[in-house]
């Protein structure tokens, strides 16, 4: 239910200063502060996302889209299916609340005590599993893309990468601990800076070591997972400065006792308890993603890799976007949800789906409309052909359908996870992993990859609705006034954007571009540059003022 306090209520958002008494006020602080917080992350995760997209073309340049990409594709995706569990999924959900109401209800010594508790079983966890995984990892490959089998150099191949790389889940699971002991205490840099060490470590590789592996008779390709492992690495060494500065570096017990006084701890009980239910979550997405990686790797050589080439591309925006708000947000509503706020969390939530709409419906619209261009001018080098290009478009216009959906989750689902509700996030993707299958059934015999890509689009949007029509039954949110307005003003902005980017579409040959590398690049700033003029310059003149955002 809604809370019953008045428009105008005493906020003291800052220990030791006076209450702040008017509402607008108390909002026009909250609203400096997340959009602060939140423009951290934003800016290292822009970092994370140019230094991936330079990996990408790398790595699309020098191995192309082929039967070894996609078993490289496949290896890299099993580690990552399992750091769902064990990192930013299940755990984190469950984590992130319990950590900050212990910190608001008991404070930091008896917090630090529950982060040392929770870092021994996490860690005892990922010994075993990466012990596990390396055993078991012709099985792991197998279930994941059993279509690699037609070639079995290839499948020879995802099995070898695949234990070379399995320990990556043990460093990026602890590396998302060390995330949310970092955000809950309002530390944003360092976890938003962590991935651009990944992709350092793995540019290293395919510029460094590929050729050199390639003078000793050993397929390149095997350079990558080099990389991954050095990145999963040096992405765990960056956390321990920046924990020890704050005294909250874990102590992992290493005896029999030491687990024991773990496993009786109550936060770990409560989070073991939560996560049981986000497990469930999660496994769904997992299980979407094992079935389409599946159907991919029965479809045409390459098909793995033309739909990774289009996700990384897809992540750029729901990463600066989605991530970035959903790691800001998450503390900060189990924060005042654990304090009552109603308000302060309501006005969170509006905040962040405002901003989803203004910054990611043009994104959609662009890839929707400006697909093929960007595919050309970031991966259209060296093996990368006219016809991956033609694929790996095709692929990113079926995940732009849903791209306002996927940024908008991360923004909903923190509204369940903050009031230790993840049984209905749950449930919700149970209902939309079956929906996505039955798109997947009718979708891929005509658009083949691109069918399973759209399938997804579509499964985000009817997430997002679900997930938004479900805070506002229950009553935790209400949209605050003025949203018709701004959506038509965002509306008429990315319609002039979208008009904008069809033109520059067909009045430049981007494909013909590739031999004249600056040329295109240019062309591509200035389209981009003109591109947001013209949105920002459309919704000033029709009267939104940006200024809004931090007053909200």
């Known amino acids: 239910m809604l809370s019953a306090k008045p428009a105008i209520v005493p906020v003291k958002l800052h220990p030791g200063r006076a209450p702040l008494t008017a509402w607008p006020f108390s909002r026009y602080t909250l609203g400096v502060s997340l959009l602060k917080s939140a423009s951290t992350v934003s800016l290292w995760t ?48 469950a984590f992130v609340p319990v950590l900050a109401a212990s910190k608001t209800q008991h404070g930091e010594a008896a917090t630090h005590q529950a982060i040392d508790h929770v870092a021994t079983l996490l860690a005892w966890a990922l010994l075993l599993l990466s012990m596990v995984g390396v055993a078991l990892a012709p099985f792991l490959v197998w279930a994941m893309a059993s279509g690699l089998q037609q070639q079995p150099e290839s499948f020879a191949a995802a099995v070898r990468m695949t234990r070379w790389m399995f320990p990556y889940i043990a460093f990026m699971s602890l590396v998302a601990l060390s995330a949310g002991i970092l955000n809950t205490w309002k530390r944003f840099a360092v976890p938003a800076a962590t991935p651009v060490l990944l992709n350092v470590a793995m540019i290293g590789a395919a510029w460094l070591l590929a050729p050199w592996l390639q003078t000793q008779g050993i397929q390149p390709v095997y350079a990558l997972p080099v990389g991954v492992m050095l990145g999963g690495l040096m992405q765990l060494s960056i956390q321990i400065p920046a924990l020890s500065k704050l005294g909250l570096l874990p102590r992992i017990g290493v005896t029999w006792r030491a687990i024991q006084e773990a496993v009786n701890d109550p936060a770990s009980r409560q989070i073991a308890s939560l996560m049981l239910p986000a497990l469930l979550g999660v496994g769904v997405a997992q299980i979407s993603l094992l079935i389409n990686t599946q159907i991919a790797s029965h479809l045409a050589p390459g098909s793995v890799s033309w739909l990774t080439y289009a996700d990384r591309l897809m992540e750029f925006p729901t990463a600066i976007l989605g991530v970035a708000l959903g790691a800001v947000l998450m503390p900060q509503l189990a924060a005042a949800r654990t304090q009552g706020d109603q308000q302060e969390y309501a006005a969170m939530l509006d905040w962040g789906l405002r901003l989803v709409v203004l910054l990611a419906l043009p994104c959609a619209a662009a890839l929707l409309t400006f697909s093929q261009p960007l595919v050309s001018v970031l991966y ?16 990113l216009t079926g995940y732009g359908v849903g791209l306002l959906g996927l940024v908008a989750i991360k923004v909903l689902a923190p509204g369940y996870y903050a009031s230790q509700d993840i049984k209905t996030p749950v449930k919700i993707a149970i209902v939309v992993l079956c929906f996505t299958q039955l798109m997947n059934l009718v979708l891929v015999p005509y658009l083949a990859h691109a069918g ?59 494909l013909a571009g590739r031999q004249q590398v600056l040329i295109r690049l240019g062309v591509m700033a200035l389209v981009l540059i003109v591109s947001a003029v013209l949105y920002f310059g459309c919704l000033r003149v029709s009267g939104l003022r940006l200024k809004t955002f931090v007053r909200r």
């Open 380 to 395: 259209h080098y060296g093996a990368f052909t006219d016809q991956d290009v033609k694929q790996t478009t095709m692929a």
């Open 46 to 93: 822009l970092a994370s996302r140019i230094t991936g997209l330079v990996r990408e073309l790398l790595i699309a340049s020098a191995f192309g889209a082929s039967a070894l990409t996609d078993a490289f594709n496949v290896a890299f995706r099993i580690p990552n299916l399992f750091r769902r569990f064990f990192a930013e999924g299940a755990f984190s959900q």
């Open 452 to 510: 399973l890509a759209l399938s997804i689009g579509l499964g985000a949007l009817l997430n997002a609705a679900w997930l938004f029509v479900g805070l506002v039954k229950k009553g935790s949110y209400k949209p605050l006034p003025g949203w018709g307005m701004f959506g038509v003003r965002v509306l008429c902005a990315t319609l002039l954007l979208s008009g904008f980017l069809m033109f520059a579409t067909v009045q430049f040959d981007w």
